[in-house]
C-alpha cells in the first residue's frame, strides 16, 4: 500500500483531530515499513538491524519493524515487555544500558534474553551474578568508548569522558573485561559514537575509527569476536519538514572497512549488529496540534499550540535527541498569505514551553490545525510528559487510510509493597 496523496493525506489528518481531538501522533506504518527497507538495503547484506526501543516503543511500531526482521536494542524493563509482547524472539534482543537493575537483569534473563552490552566490570559482574543466580549462561559484548572522528571526516580523533563503555586506552580494565566471568561470557564488543550524522562521509568515518578501536583491542586480548554491534548514526529529519537520506555508498564502504579490519570476515569471522532508532520511525510520525491562542508581545507573535515540551522535544534542552525547532505546517487549503516569524509555544505555565523561538508561519489563528512532520522518533518518549498534568497526546496508528488503533498516552502510578 502506497502513502496517500496529499490531498488524501490532509483529509485523513483532519478526520483523525476532529474523531480523536489533539494533541495527537499519527503513525503511518507504511513509512516505518519503507524507512526499514531503505536501511537495510543500504547496510552490508550479511549486517543485522536492532531496533532501538527507546525512539519509539507503541506496539504497532515495534510490531512492524520485527515482523519486518530487525531485532530489538532494549535498555529497561519496560522496552524489554514492548519488545516482546510484539513478538520478538528473545533471541534477537540485546540488552543495553550503563546502569542495568539486577531485578531488571533477572528478569530479563527469565525472558530467556542472553545478549548483553556490558558497559564496566561493575556491569559485567552484575551480569554474572544474575547468570549465577538464575542457571543460565549468557553471552556480553563489551561496551567500548572509542575515539571519535571529527564531523568534517578528518582523520583528527577526539575522544570525550562518557559514562557509556569503558575507554579504549583503559587496556586492563577491557583485557578483563574480555575474559569471561562464571556464567557470562564475552562474544564480542559494541560501540556506538554518535547520532544523527548528516554527513555520509564523516558516518563512514565514524565507523572506520570504531573499527580500529575494535581491531586493537581485540588483537590485544587475543580474542576472535564471534559478534560485532557497531551501533548506528543514521540520520532523520526531526520535527521539521525533510526526507529520509539514502547511503548508496555506505555498504560498500563498510564491507571495505571490516574486510581491512577482519580478513576474510566472511568466512567464519564476526557476524556484524547495526543499532537504529531515529531513522526507522522518525518520518513515520505526524504531530497534529491545535493553535489556542494568537498574541504579541513586544512586537512578536505568540502562537499558542496545545502541544508543548510535554507531548513534543521535552528533552530538546538536554541537547542531542532533538533541537528545539519544531516546524509544523497547517493541514488542508491554504489562503496563500504571507509567512512570518513566530514564536511557537506550548500550553504549559513555564517559560520554558517553547517549541521554536523562530518558526514561520502563514496567517496563524486560533482553531488552526497544524501538523509537525517528522515526530515519530523521540516524541512523547522524549517529553515531559508527567510536568503540569495535562492529559497526554493520543497516538493513532494507520495503514494506508485505515485507522488501526488510538490510544492515549498516560502517567499512573500504582501502589506499592514493601519488599521485605
Ligand atoms: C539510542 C541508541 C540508539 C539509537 O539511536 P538513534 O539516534 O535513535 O538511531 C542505538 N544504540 C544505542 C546503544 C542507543 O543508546
Same mark, same amino acid.
Given at each position: 500500500?502506497?502513502?496517500?496523496?496529499?490531498?488524501?493525506?490532509?483529509?485523513?489528518?483532519?478526520?483523525?483531530?476532529?474523531?480523536?481531538?489533539?494533541?495527537?501522533?499519527?503513525?503511518?506504518?507504511?513509512?516505518?515499513?519503507?524507512?526499514?527497507?531503505?536501511? #537495510?538495503?543500504?547496510?552490508?547484506?550479511?549486517?543485522?538491524?536492532?531496533?532501538?526501543?527507546?525512539?519509539?516503543?507503541?506496539?504497532?511500531?515495534?510490531?512492524?519493524?520485527?515482523?519486518?526482521?530487525?531485532?530489538?536494542?532494549?535498555?529497561?524493563?519496560?522496552?524489554?515487555?514492548?519488545?516482546?509482547?510484539?513478538?520478538?524472539?528473545?533471541?534477537?534482543?540485546?540488552?543495553?544500558?550503563?546502569?542495568?537493575?539486577?531485578?531488571?537483569?533477572?528478569?530479563?534473563?527469565?525472558?530467556?534474553?542472553?545478549?548483553?552490552?556490558?558497559?564496566?566490570?561493575?556491569?559485567?559482574?552484575?551480569?554474572?551474578?544474575?547468570?549465577?543466580?538464575?542457571?543460565?549462561?549468557?553471552?556480553?559484548?563489551?561496551?567500548?568508548?572509542?575515539?571519535?572522528?571529527?564531523?568534517?571526516?578528518?582523520?583528527?580523533?577526539?575522544?570525550?569522558?562518557?559514562?557509556?563503555?569503558?575507554?579504549?586506552?583503559?587496556?586492563?580494565?577491557?583485557?578483563?573485561?574480555?575474559?569471561?566471568?562464571?556464567?557470562?561470557?564475552?562474544?564480542?564488543?559494541?560501540?556506538?559514537?554518535?547520532?544523527?550524522?548528516?554527513?555520509?562521509?564523516?558516518?563512514?568515518?565514524?565507523?572506520?575509527?570504531?573499527?580500529?578501536?575494535?581491531?586493537?583491542?581485540?588483537?590485544?586480548?587475543?580474542?576472535?569476536?564471534?559478534?560485532?554491534?557497531?551501533?548506528?548514526?543514521?540520520?532523520?529529519?526531526?520535527?521539521?519538514?525533510?526526507?529520509?537520506?539514502?547511503?548508496?555508498?555506505?555498504?560498500?564502504?563498510?564491507?571495505?572497512?571490516?574486510?581491512?579490519?577482519?580478513?576474510?570476515?566472511?568466512?567464519?569471522?564476526?557476524?556484524?549488529?547495526?543499532?537504529?532508532?531515529?531513522?526507522?520511525?522518525?518520518?513515520?510520525?505526524?504531530?497534529?496540534?491545535?493553535?489556542?491562542?494568537?498574541?504579541?508581545?513586544?512586537?512578536? #507573535?505568540?502562537?499558542?499550540?496545545?502541544?508543548?515540551?510535554?507531548?513534543?522535544?521535552?528533552?530538546?534542552?538536554?541537547?542531542?535527541?532533538?533541537?528545539?525547532?519544531?516546524?509544523?505546517?497547517?493541514?488542508?487549503?491554504?489562503?496563500?498569505?504571507?509567512?512570518?516569524?513566530?514564536?511557537?509555544?506550548?500550553?504549559?505555565? #513555564?517559560?520554558?514551553?517553547?517549541?521554536?523561538?523562530?518558526?514561520?508561519?502563514?496567517?496563524?489563528?486560533?482553531?488552526?490545525?497544524?501538523?509537525?512532520?517528522?515526530?515519530?522518533?523521540?516524541?512523547? #518518549?522524549?517529553?515531559?510528559?508527567?510536568?503540569?498534568?495535562?492529559?497526554?497526546?493520543?497516538?493513532?496508528?494507520?495503514?494506508?487510510?485505515?485507522?488501526?488503533?488510538?490510544?492515549?498516552?498516560?502517567?499512573?502510578?500504582?501502589?506499592?509493597?514493601?519488599?521485605?
Amino acid at each position: 500500500m502506497s502513502r496517500p496523496d496529499d490531498a488524501d493525506r490532509a483529509s485523513l489528518l483532519t478526520r483523525i483531530a476532529r474523531q480523536y481531538g489533539t494533541p495527537a501522533y499519527v503513525y503511518e506504518l507504511d513509512a516505518v515499513a519503507s524507512a526499514a527497507e531503505s536501511l #537495510t538495503a543500504d547496510l552490508p547484506a550479511d549486517g543485522g538491524l536492532l531496533y532501538s526501543l527507546k525512539a519509539n516503543p507503541h506496539p504497532e511500531v515495534v510490531a512492524r519493524l520485527l515482523a519486518g526482521g530487525a531485532g530489538a536494542e532494549v535498555s529497561s524493563s519496560g522496552e524489554l515487555a514492548a519488545a516482546l509482547a510484539a513478538g520478538c524472539p528473545p533471541d534477537r534482543i540485546m540488552y543495553t544500558g550503563p546502569g542495568k537493575d539486577p531485578r531488571q537483569l533477572a528478569q530479563a534473563l527469565s525472558a530467556r534474553v542472553r545478549c548483553f552490552s556490558v558497559e564496566s566490570p561493575a556491569d559485567r559482574d552484575r551480569l554474572a551474578d544474575a547468570c549465577g543466580r538464575a542457571g543460565v549462561d549468557a553471552e556480553y559484548l563489551v561496551r567500548l568508548n572509542t575515539p571519535r572522528g571529527s564531523a568534517r571526516g578528518s582523520l583528527r580523533m577526539t575522544g570525550r569522558p562518557t559514562a557509556f563503555g569503558t575507554d579504549v586506552a583503559n587496556r586492563q580494565e577491557i583485557a578483563a573485561l574480555l575474559r569471561p566471568r562464571g556464567r557470562a561470557r564475552p562474544v564480542g564488543t559494541h560501540t556506538f559514537s554518535a547520532s544523527n550524522v548528516e554527513d555520509p562521509a564523516a558516518l563512514l568515518q565514524e565507523f572506520r575509527n570504531a573499527l580500529a578501536a575494535v581491531r586493537d583491542v581485540c588483537d590485544a586480548a587475543d580474542l576472535a569476536p564471534q559478534l560485532l554491534a557497531l551501533g548506528g548514526g543514521f540520520p532523520a529529519p526531526m520535527a521539521r519538514p525533510g526526507t529520509l537520506a539514502r547511503h548508496p555508498d555506505l555498504a560498500a564502504g563498510l564491507e571495505g572497512e571490516l574486510e581491512a579490519a577482519f580478513p576474510g570476515r566472511h568466512r567464519g569471522g564476526p557476524r556484524i549488529l547495526f543499532e537504529s532508532g531515529r531513522y526507522l520511525t522518525a518520518t513515520a510520525g505526524t504531530l497534529l496540534t491545535t493553535v489556542l491562542d494568537v498574541k504579541t508581545s513586544g512586537g512578536r #507573535t505568540f502562537v499558542v499550540l496545545d502541544a508543548g515540551v510535554n507531548v513534543l522535544g521535552g528533552m530538546s534542552g538536554l541537547g542531542r535527541l532533538m533541537s528545539p525547532r519544531a516546524q509544523p505546517a497547517a493541514v488542508g487549503a491554504s489562503d496563500g498569505g504571507e509567512e512570518r516569524a513566530v514564536t511557537l509555544v506550548g500550553p504549559l505555565c #513555564t517559560p520554558l514551553d517553547v517549541l521554536n523561538a523562530s518558526a514561520r508561519l502563514v496567517d496563524p489563528r486560533p482553531g488552526q490545525l497544524l501538523a509537525v512532520p517528522n515526530t515519530g522518533a523521540y516524541g512523547p #518518549t522524549a517529553s515531559l510528559l508527567g510536568f503540569l498534568s495535562h492529559p497526554g497526546p493520543v497516538e493513532v496508528v494507520v495503514e494506508g487510510a485505515r485507522v488501526r488503533s488510538a490510544r492515549r498516552l498516560a502517567v499512573s502510578s500504582e501502589e506499592v509493597a514493601p519488599r521485605v
